[in-house]
């Protein structure tokens, strides 16, 4: 279920070139063309869909370079 919203907030937010569908759940979303100014606008969306806010600590290009990278934050963040 989550990421089958990740990857809605990544097709709407993260500016790719490529089909996001096309993407491997550990693909990496820079590697497929997100820019670092897209990532903030993916993080903000994510923020807004998944009512939580990313610390600190979590703001870095590893946290939202692959699906399961973001999807292993937000697990962390509502558990």
Known sequence: MSKE???????????????????????DLYEAGMTSHASVNVMLALEDTFDLEFPDRMLKRSVFESINAINAAIEELTA
């Open 5 to 27: 919203k990740i990857r809605q907030v990544l097709k709407e937010h993260g500016k790719f070139s490529t089909d996001i569908d096309t993407l491997a759940d550990d693909a």
